[in-house]
């Protein structure tokens, strides 16, 4: 598969700080990339998404960013709470693959209350 | 609108049998992508069907099938199971591009 790589395997945070969420892809013809949560025994949930025209994108308390000059993306999560621990997949996806999906290992994110 | 729904949620087989895993899609979502799952491996596509053709294929041997009905809903099966064929098994469908999960099934090779 494609290389989508996380820079970081495990982040902790204390309640209440803002956490910021790292990863790297390979593929520069990528023009879809969606976040996803993924609680202990659940399947991912989706976050937020980013087409590659845009730079940023805002939902609640939840911001990517798309840096495709260095192939990055970010999440960043305001006012981390103890809900938002869990381990977060970056996925790309490019037109020329029929809109496949690839994703990254993940990052487990642990809030310290 | 429900979301992903997926059965069983668990299952124990042992080598040398097979299994058939089920997903139905959101109402409306007529594509359906299979994943594997299993620890510090991530997200493995297996494939991925829409209106009832396998659209994409992942690096999986032949033993891992699947097919989609008329109605969306769709199964896979794993022949011949293997040990290393434990893991958490993801089902998602989605319109355009939004993408939504299941809770998956968690298969147990003894």
């Known amino acids: 598969g494609e290389n989508v790589g996380l820079h970081l395997p495990t982040l902790s945070v204390q309640e209440g700080d803002n956490s910021i969420i790292n990863c790297a892809y390979s593929n520069s013809a990528s023009d879809y990339f969606i976040w996803y949560k993924q609680e202990s025994g659940k399947g991912p949930q989706f976050i937020i998404d980013i087409r590659s025209n845009m730079d940023k994108r805002q939902g609640q308390r939840v911001t990517v960013l798309l840096n495709k000059t260095v192939k990055h993306l970010s999440l960043q999560i305001a006012a981390t709470q103890p809900g938002d621990s869990a381990v977060y997949f970056c996925a790309e996806s490019y037109t020329n693959t029929g809109n496949q999906f690839y994703f990254g290992t993940g990052t487990s994110l642990t809030v310290i209350p | 609108k429900a979301g992903v729904t997926q059965t069983p949620r668990y299952l124990i087989k042992t080598r040398g049998q097979q299994v058939t895993l089920s997903c139905s899609p959101i109402s409306g979502h007529r594509s359906v992508s299979w994943y594997q799952q299993t620890p510090g491996q991530g997200l493995q596509f297996l494939f991925e069907y829409f209106s009832e053709t396998q659209r994409n294929k992942g690096n999986f041997p032949g033993r891992f099938s699947g097919r ?13 199971l293997e040990l290393g064929d434990s893991a958490l098994y993801l089902c998602a469908s989605r319109t355009y591009n939004e993408q939504f999960f299941g809770p998956g099934t968690r298969l147990t090779v003894l």
């Not at chain 2, 989609?68 to 011949?80: G, P």
Request: aromatic fraction near 8%; glycine fraction near 0%.
């Open chain 2, 68 to 80: 989609q009905f008329s109605n969306s809903r769709s199964e896979m099966n794993v022949s011949t």
